[in-house]
């Protein structure tokens, strides 16, 4: 009887979008019933029992500790120290980053500390630009929390000497496809938005097959609309590649060449054979010319 109340109580909760850690206090409070033990002291006592661990106190603090040598500098002086040790090394990127994470595990002693410290910063060196020189812009660290910034940062270097300054508006814009509303309407959550547009990229067009609308919907999302374009997707050139997918590539994307469309824009190398992909290289020399 026990464990069936668990159950259902766990799996209900979980059913109604409750976060795990509330489903179980749900679960504990149901158990309590059930028994007769409907004392709310006991159940306050361990809210506040599982909250007091000094080893969980120790990760935010440890995070704490990394930005705080981050907005300090610290981390960019580790960084920079490394960069001239080894950075001029070919590969020097990733033995940079192996030796400030030594250096910063000396100083830290913690691995969240030096992965918040060290991989969140970046560094941009600009080269020619004058002269008649072409500008040359080489980006060193960053990772995917950064990369609206520093991609703003790096148009801001560029504009600068090409005389094009312009204005930052990325904070608030949703990525390439990402507004979906035209699609879906108002926003949900996004496994049930993601959903609903397949659904919605299924009965705007049906002669597409159930696994190239989810594939599509999952890759380009709003973009799609950009895809059909023309109305039909287009003879298809390998199972599951349509022409039309291959032109937006080229047209919108800048694909310059088949590895750009297996590899670099999406990942569909992991899944054609090597005949597959001698016919794809086949149909972008007749329509593109030899790469």
């Given at each position: 009887m026990t464990l069936a109340l668990f159950t259902g109580a766990?799996?209900?909760?979980?059913?109604?979008?409750?976060?795990?850690?509330?489903?179980?206090?749900?679960?504990?409070?149901?158990?309590?019933?059930?028994?007769?033990?409907?004392d709310t002291t006991i159940l306050s006592q361990k809210l506040v029992e599982g909250a007091d661990s000094f080893p969980l106190l120790a990760i935010p603090f440890f995070m704490l500790a990394g930005e705080l040598m981050n907005a300090g500098g610290i981390s960019?002086?580790?960084?920079?120290?490394?960069?001239?040790?080894?950075?001029?090394?070919?590969?020097?990127?990733?033995?940079?980053?192996?030796f400030a994470s030594v250096v910063m595990a000396a100083i830290s002693g913690s691995a969240a500390a030096d992965a918040a410290a060290v991989t969140r910063d970046y560094r941009l060196e600009l080269l020619g630009g004058h002269g008649g020189d072409p500008p040359l812009l080489n980006v060193w660290g960053g990772k995917l929390t950064t990369y609206r910034r520093l991609a703003e940062e790096a148009a801001d270097r560029l504009c600068d000497v090409l005389g094009h300054p312009g204005?930052?508006?990325?904070?608030?814009?949703?990525?390439?496809?990402?507004?979906?509303?035209?699609?879906?309407?108002?926003?949900?959550r996004p496994d049930e938005d993601l959903a609903?547009?397949?659904?919605?990229?299924?009965?705007?067009?049906p002669a597409l097959g159930?696994?190239?609308?989810?594939?599509w919907a999952r890759q380009y999302g709003a973009r799609v609309a950009a895809l059909m374009a023309e109305g039909s997707a287009g003879p298809e050139v390998v199972p599951g590649v349509h022409e039309a997918e291959l032109?937006?590539?080229?047209?919108?994307?800048?694909?310059?060449?088949?590895?750009?469309?297996?590899?670099?824009?999406?990942?569909?190398?992991?899944?054609?054979?090597?005949?597959?992909?001698?016919?794809?290289r086949a149909w972008w020399a007749d329509a593109h010319g030899p790469e």
């Open positions: 766990l799996l209900g909760a979980m059913a109604i979008g409750m976060p795990i850690a509330f489903a179980l206090l749900v679960c504990a409070v149901v158990l309590m019933v059930a028994g007769g033990q409907t960019r002086r580790i960084v920079l120290f490394a960069l001239t040790f080894v950075g001029h090394i070919r590969g020097g990127l990733g033995l940079v980053a192996i204005t930052r508006w990325t904070a608030d814009a949703p990525l390439p496809g990402g507004d979906l509303r035209d699609w879906i309407g108002a926003p949900r609903r547009l397949v659904q919605a990229v299924r009965e705007r067009h159930a696994g190239v609308a989810r594939r032109r937006y590539l080229h047209d919108h994307e800048w694909a310059r060449s088949v590895d750009d469309v297996l590899w670099r824009r999406t990942k569909l190398g992991l899944h054609l054979d090597a005949r597959q992909q001698q016919r794809l």
